[in-house]
T-cell receptor
Framework: TQLLEQSPQFLSIQEGENLTVYCNSS?????LQWYRQEPGEGPVLLVT?????EVKKLKRLTFQFGDARKDSSLHITAAQPGDTGLYLC?????????????FGKGTLLTVNP | GAVVSQHPSWVICKSGTSVKIECRSL??????MFWYRQFPKQSLMLMAT?????????EQGVEKDKFLINHASLTLSTLTVTSAHPEDSSFYIC???????????FGPGTRLLVL
């Protein structure tokens, strides 16, 4: 059973379209992070959300943390080819030890020009 | 700030040999470092957690005698793949947690190909 369900797994869209990636769980997380990874490189941290209901914006990216801290979403407005990559959500469980992160399976986004 | 480096970035080795991968936190001290393995177009799989000065904690199914981890200082952890086999070929990524924080910063990864 995947602790963090991330959807969709694959997404191919045209430049200028909007998209939303979801990260859901039945567990409560004390924090949740979103990463973007390009082929052959390590994941790069985009944002960390900590408070239930929190909304953070990073240019055209909007991140939400659910009120119950069990789910999160990433919304991209007017996607560009440079947004192409693997998007990963990762959560640190409440009461979890050693600061381990649980990763979703990832969303492979392709933005076509 | 918060830069993590890995060396080498890629390595090709013969089956049966051992390969050491280094992970360094360049501008912060990392009490905890993590080693992940990633297959193409898939997410990261945590292999082990290493704490400075103590034994690593391995995830279920990861052979501790095959994947030796040493975290000798607050800025360096090493992963040694012993007696490598072709099925060990993968992308290995480390991350480091800054002391007093919970965010993990990832290295650029090491591509291992075992022939």
């Amino acid at each position: 059973t995947q602790l963090l369900e991330q959807s969709p797994q694959f997404l191919s869209i045209q430049e200028g379209e909007n998209l939303t990636v979801y990260c859901n769980s039945s567990s409560v997380f004390s924090s949740l992070q979103w990463y973007r990874q390009e082929p052959g490189e390590g994941p790069v941290l985009l944002v960390t959300v900590v408070t239930g209901g929190e909304v953070k914006k990073l240019k055209r990216l909007t991140f939400q943390f659910g009120d119950a801290r069990k789910d999160s979403s990433l919304h991209i407005t007017a996607a560009q080819p440079g947004d192409t990559g693997l998007y990963l959500c990762a959560g640190r469980r409440s009461g979890g030890s050693n600061y381990k992160l649980t990763f979703g399976k990832g969303t492979l986004l392709t933005v076509n020009p | 700030g918060a830069v993590v480096s890995q060396h080498p970035s890629w390595v090709i080795c013969k089956s049966g040999t051992s390969v050491k991968i280094e992970c360094r936190s360049l501008d912060f001290q990392a009490t905890t470092m993590f080693w992940y393995r990633q297959f193409p177009k898939q997410s990261l799989m945590l292999m082990a957690t290493s704490n400075e000065g103590s034994k690593a904690t391995y995830e279920q199914g990861v052979e501790k005698d095959k994947f030796l981890i040493n975290h000798a200082s607050l800025t360096l952890s090493t992963l040694t793949v012993t007696s490598a086999h072709p099925e060990d070929s993968s992308f290995y990524i480390c991350s480091a947690r800054d002391v007093g924080h919970y965010v993990q910063y990832f290295g650029p990864g090491t591509r291992l190909l075992v022939l």
